[in-house]
């Protein structure tokens, strides 16, 4: 079995789709900058996300932070009502929706270009219809299989995140003799589900899944590595914001460096995958990061147009 495949209890294969009454085109992107890496904000309306949950669990204050980021100058802003933190509880369809729903459609209305972060087809397919426009599955298909026939029918941009296991078992899943060449493989085969799904490759953009069934070195190989995921021939996000890995990176006195003292370095990582081609970056501080990836467009060679 691909390794990012469905395992036993994931998610019921069968069930019958979610009606979607509004069609997203795969142009999404079109009126977004194409001389740079985007960036992409994080907004948790989450009580347990590792970095921020609570801080935007109520729909006034995740409306709040989300139009911050947004005049701020955040490309996408992904919404997300359920922590992926290893470990972290498994959240109802009707909760997430609660908690997503009015945030997506205040972000829209003002003009916001969003991201559904959800494993849940149900939910991926109610914030379409609210006005999201790019869904961002993080289990790569693990949860769900039959979020290949909503992408398919939606024509909406798909984020492929590379992922073993789930929440409470990827950490003893980061097995790996070459881990960007077996990402970069795993990848490819749930990618070929997704085409035969009818997808088609303007659709899709991959996430190598950093801290997903990845230790410290591993993601650091990664990242090293970009090339490998460009190789795919789709645009290729990163997120490592705030993330374990850059914790450890500065370790003080004995002592891992809480989410919040991580933006520096997480600004840094921004600046190097995009020299190196990230198509966009996934943030918690976008300000930081938008100044990296301007930096970075002006030191980088001439590159192709996001589009």
């Given at each position: 079995?691909?390794?990012?495949?469905?395992?036993?209890?994931?998610?019921?294969?069968?069930?019958?789709l979610?009606?979607?009454?509004?069609?997203?085109?795969?142009?999404a992107?079109?009126?977004?900058?194409t001389?740079?890496?985007?960036?992409?904000?994080?907004?948790?309306?989450?009580?347990?996300?590792?970095?921020?949950?609570?801080?935007?669990?109520?729909t006034?204050?995740?409306?709040?932070?989300?139009?911050?980021?947004?005049?701020?100058?955040?490309?996408?802003?992904?919404?997300?009502?359920?922590?992926?933190?290893?470990?972290?509880?498994?959240?109802?369809?009707?909760?997430?929706?609660?908690?997503?729903?009015?945030v997506?459609?205040?972000?829209v209305?003002?003009?916001?270009?969003?991201?559904?972060?959800?494993?849940?087809?149900a939910?991926?397919?109610?914030?379409?219809?609210?006005?999201a426009?790019?869904?961002?599955?993080?289990?790569?298909?693990?949860?769900?299989?039959?979020?290949?026939?909503?992408?398919?029918?939606?024509?909406?941009?798909?984020?492929?995140?590379?992922?073993?296991?789930?929440?409470?078992?990827?950490?003893?899943?980061?097995?790996?003799?070459?881990?960007?060449?077996?990402?970069a493989?795993?990848?490819?085969?749930?990618?070929d589900?997704?085409?035969?799904?009818?997808?088609?490759?303007?659709?899709?953009?991959?996430?190598?899944g950093?801290?997903?069934?990845?230790?410290?070195?591993?993601?650091?190989?990664?990242?090293?590595?970009?090339?490998?995921?460009?190789?795919?021939?789709?645009?290729?996000?990163?997120?490592?914001?705030?993330?374990?890995?850059?914790?450890?990176?500065?370790?003080?006195?004995?002592?891992?460096?809480?989410?919040?003292?991580?933006?520096?370095?997480?600004?840094?990582?921004?600046?190097?995958?995009?020299?190196?081609?990230?198509?966009?970056?996934?943030?918690?501080?976008?300000?930081?990061?938008?100044?990296?990836?301007?930096?970075?467009?002006?030191?980088?060679?001439?590159?192709?147009?996001?589009?």
């Amino acid at each position: 079995m691909d390794s990012l495949a469905a395992s036993p209890g994931t998610g019921p294969a069968t069930s019958p789709l979610p009606v979607l009454r509004k069609a997203r085109p795969a142009a999404a992107f079109k009126d977004l900058p194409t001389d740079r890496t985007l960036v992409m904000g994080i907004l948790n309306v989450t009580p347990d996300s590792f970095s921020d949950g609570g801080q935007h669990a109520s729909t006034d204050t995740a409306i709040a932070a989300g139009l911050r980021m947004f005049y701020g100058g955040a490309d996408i802003i992904d919404v997300g009502g359920e922590s992926t933190r290893p470990g972290a509880d498994e959240v109802s369809v009707e909760e997430e929706l609660r908690r997503v729903l009015p945030v997506i459609a205040a972000l829209v209305k003002a003009g916001a270009l969003v991201s559904i972060d959800t494993t849940h087809t149900a939910t991926a397919a109610a914030a379409l219809d609210a006005g999201a426009a790019i869904i961002n599955d993080v289990s790569g298909l693990t949860m769900e299989p039959e979020m290949a026939e909503l992408v398919a029918r939606s024509k909406a941009p798909y984020i492929l995140t590379h992922r073993r296991g789930d929440a409470s078992t990827m950490d003893s899943l980061a097995d790996y003799g070459n881990v960007a060449e077996e990402v970069a493989a795993e990848l490819a085969g749930v990618r070929d589900r997704l085409y035969a799904a009818g997808a088609v490759p303007e659709q899709i953009i991959v996430d190598p899944g950093l801290g997903f069934a990845k230790n410290e070195e591993q993601n650091w190989e990664l990242l090293r590595n970009l090339e490998v995921l460009h190789g795919l021939g789709h645009r290729v996000l990163v997120a490592a914001s705030r993330k374990r890995f850059l914790g450890s990176l500065l370790t003080v006195a004995g002592k891992a460096a809480p989410p919040a003292e991580r933006d520096a370095a997480t600004a840094a990582v921004t600046a190097i995958s995009a020299f190196r081609g990230a198509w966009a970056v996934r943030v918690h501080d976008v300000g930081p990061s938008l100044d990296a990836v301007k930096v970075a467009a002006r030191m980088a060679p001439a590159r192709p147009g996001n589009n």
